[in-house]
């Protein structure tokens, strides 16, 4: 998603000269996906660097070959960043760095760039140690760049942490205008989304969810639409296929982002779900599908991840989605 709002954010700030676009990918299918969405869009770039980010080494000998090649920086567009690349953007300080959307994960990066904290405090709103703050700050490893971050957004309502936050509305008017003339199909895409490892408490609930998901859908198809982390191991694909048979859905993997899948297809279906994706944001807001959340029970709910459910929620309402109590 990082990427995809990255395109968007191309064509929004276009008043710049030489693009370039660097990727940093953890594992192979991260690469091949980050490929496709390069390939189904429609942006140009003057060079695509790619590096591992699982090698400090790596990235260093990147960012070298960065700063002596591209020391001076009009827009600096940022997803997600590691210490090494925190260096590069604190050593050549962009006109303007600009934050661009990764899922729910932008509420808490808002709230964290309006208190002033992200020195001292984690993403996850943990203590750095003192020891650490001292080295990150000697060393420019921290987010030193927060402090003067806009953010291209598609939640303008996080201009309520904080009314000196500088907010761009990504409201996708690029993409919208090539999707734009696709007909409807009577299809229900069901956004997948690891919740069973990285939300619920206590894995097992899932099913139960599921099993609601089915009977909310009873006599209807339904397409379940893994998501990339519920597809990493034979058991966890076995597992998904007990449950398609046991409650009466389809599963699919596609190998592009649902957004530039349903462009692909020609088609866009009929109506769009899930529990917790904030692929149903982009989605409800690019094409014409009806949007229903599927709401999860508080208790049920990792303590880390309830502040990105509730402030999703408080989003979705505004947005006036479906929303199904179980």
Request: charged fraction near 25%; charge should be positive.
């Amino acid at each position: 998603m990082q990427l995809f709002n990255c395109v968007e954010a191309s064509k929004r700030y276009d008043d710049c000269g030489m693009k370039i676009l660097l990727i940093l990918a953890r594992k192979k299918v991260d690469k091949e996906l980050m490929e496709q969405v390069i390939a189904g869009s429609d942006a140009v770039w003057d060079e695509i660097i790619h590096g591992d980010i699982r090698s400090n080494l790596k990235q260093i000998g990147l960012i070298l070959s960065l700063l002596r090649r591209h020391g001076r920086i009009k827009y600096c567009f940022l997803g997600d960043a590691t210490q090494i690349v925190n260096i590069y953007i604190n050593s050549v300080k962009p006109e303007q760095v600009v934050i661009i959307d990764d899922g729910a994960s932008t509420y808490q990066r808002a709230k964290m760039a309006s208190s002033g904290n992200y020195l001292v405090k984690s993403r996850h709103q943990e203590d750095i140690p003192k020891l650490k703050q001292l080295i990150n700050r000697v060393l420019r490893l921290g987010p030193d760049f927060f402090n003067r971050a806009s953010f291209f957004t598609m939640y303008p309502r996080i201009r309520e942490y904080s009314k000196d936050l500088r907010i761009v509305h990504n409201d996708y008017r690029f993409f919208r205008e090539r999707v734009a003339s696709l007909p409807v199909s009577r299809e229900i895409f069901f956004i997948g989304c690891d919740i069973k490892r990285y939300v619920l408490k206590n894995p097992e609930r899932f099913e139960f969810y599921l099993a609601a998901v089915g009977k909310h859908y009873h006599g209807r198809n339904w397409t379940y639409v893994l998501h990339r982390k519920e597809n990493e191991s034979e058991s966890q694909r076995q597992f998904m296929a007990e449950m398609a048979q046991k409650y009466g859905f389809q599963l699919q993997v596609f190998d592009r982002i649902l957004e530039q899948q349903i462009l692909h297809q020609g088609w866009q279906p009929e109506e769009i779900s899930t529990f917790y994706s904030a692929g149903i944001d982009t989605l409800s807001r690019i094409y014409r599908s009806t949007a229903t959340v599927f709401k999860l029970r508080v208790e049920d709910v990792k303590e880390t991840s309830q502040f990105a459910l509730s402030e999703m929620h408080r989003s979705y309402k505004e947005m006036n989605l479906n929303i199904v109590e179980i």
